[in-house]
């Protein structure tokens, strides 16, 4: 089913590395990523926006290859930067063949570092930039389940195309809504941490029919590779752990999630 390629195993099907920031990888060249994300039968790569700065940069890191793709939106950490031109630049942008998703939008009262008031208020002003292009979401949520449910909850009859809560962390209240209304839970490095219990209980509860693979790179890197950059080309052992976790063939998870991945941000195949 697979062979060693740098310990890391690369499958006979390919993968969909749904959430990532390529403009934040430092270690290495980025054409050599691609080439070893590649090398590992990843056939597409989606590198998320974050913040006014890097809203152009994702859009011109989408064209340099027909397999990536990107999103555009503001990150909550930077809701305060959220203005009337940004989010006219992300309407432009939004529905451009490229681009997938809106996001990352959503909320932080983890690190608070915009006013939880206006990051609320950019939140749902993106939201309905998404229902308007009838574009997916990607969702940041950490600290604040319960208000992150009830801004959803407002745009249940507008959002007709879901998407993803990414990076999944929060509990198994949100995890219930989220699936009940039709949304992707993500899953990246974490559900390999040795204390991250909480979030291979989530993975456990969730269909595997709603399950989106990520790395979140450069960030959490999955075991054997903590203490070094992460990567999209690392992105198979967080398919082998969720496997692992929900004791089901490797080959159905990478089916499944391939699928999943297809109907939330590329419907037309």
């Not at 939106?73 to 451009?96: F, K, L, M, Q, V």
């Not at 809560?165 to 040795?194: E, K, V």
């Not at 029919?209 to 203490?227: A, K, M």
Request: hydrophobic letters at 35%; charged letters at 25%.
């Amino acid at each position: 089913m697979s062979r060693k390629k740098r310990d890391i195993p690369v499958f006979d099907q390919p993968l969909i590395e749904t959430h990532c920031h390529l403009d934040y990888l430092k270690e290495r060249p980025l054409e050599e990523t691609l080439a070893a994300t590649r090398g590992v039968n990843i056939e597409r790569v989606i590198t998320i926006a974050v913040s006014p700065a890097n809203l152009a940069t994702v859009r011109e890191l989408s064209q340099q290859k027909p397999w990536l793709y990107g999103t555009q939106g503001i990150h909550p950490h930077d809701a305060e930067s959220y203005t009337d031109p940004c989010e006219d630049e992300i309407r432009s942008h939004g529905g451009d063949d490229k681009i997938v998703a809106i996001g990352e939008i959503g909320l932080d009262y983890f690190y608070d570092n915009a006013d939880r008031t206006v990051q609320r208020e950019v939140f749902r002003r993106q939201l309905q930039v998404a229902a308007d292009l009838d574009r997916p979401v990607v969702i940041h949520s950490r600290e604040a389940d319960e208000d992150t449910i009830e801004i959803l909850s407002e745009f249940e009859g507008s959002l007709k195309r879901r998407g993803v809560i990414h990076s999944f962390t929060s509990g198994p209240g949100l995890a219930r809504y989220a699936l009940d209304q039709g949304w992707c839970l993500g899953f990246n490095g974490i559900t390999t941490f040795n204390k991250a219990e909480n979030v291979r209980d989530i993975v456990r509860m969730a269909p595997i029919g709603q399950i989106l693979l990520e790395t979140d790179s450069p960030f959490l890197t999955p075991v054997p590779y903590r203490g070094r950059e992460n990567a999209p080309f690392y992105l198979p052992f967080v398919a082998e752990k969720i496997a692992e976790v929900k004791a089901l063939p490797l080959e159905s998870v990478l089916s499944h999630t391939y699928r999943n991945s297809l109907r939330t941000f590329f419907p037309a195949g």
